[in-house]
Nanobody
Framework: QVQLVESGGGLVQAGGSLRLSCAAS????????MGWFRRAPGKEREFVAA????????YRADSVKGRFTISKEYTKNTVYLQMNSLKPEDTAIYYC???????????????WGQGTQVTVPS
């Protein structure tokens, strides 16, 4: 059974940092792309960042470039999202996802975690 488990969310003041983790289990993900999405209150879920397990490719949405970094750790089967210079508009539930196609659309991802809440008060 495939499982993606996010952790690391919380409440942080504007300008602060958080690191989200996504632990993957249940299958071999070496050929997969791992992505982070987020859903802000009252908004649609949107793409944040993605990284290929096997290659070096990584991509981030324009809204987080220069502030967020996605990375991976093979030995722990874990993907991270380092979030710096957080803003109130980053407040959202952050979801980890796994798919076979490198992309920014939800439909391109097959597996999803339950999400972790990030809150940045204004």
């Amino acid at each position: 059974q495939v499982q993606l488990v996010e952790s690391g969310g919380g409440l942080v003041q504007a300008g602060g940092s958080l690191r989200l983790s996504c632990a993957a289990s249940g299958r071999t993900f070496s050929s997969y792309v791992m992505g982070w999405f987020r859903r802000a209150p009252g908004k649609e879920r949107e793409f944040v960042a993605a990284i290929s397990w096997s290659g070096g490719g990584a991509y981030r949405a324009d809204s987080v470039k220069g502030r967020f970094t996605i990375s991976k750790e093979y030995t722990k089967n874990t993907v991270y999202l380092q979030m710096n210079s957080l803003k109130p508009e980053d407040t959202a539930i952050y979801y980890c996802a796994a798919g076979r196609i490198f992309g920014i659309e939800e439909l391109q991802y097959d597996y999803w975690g339950q999400g972790t809440q990030v809150t940045v008060p204004s």
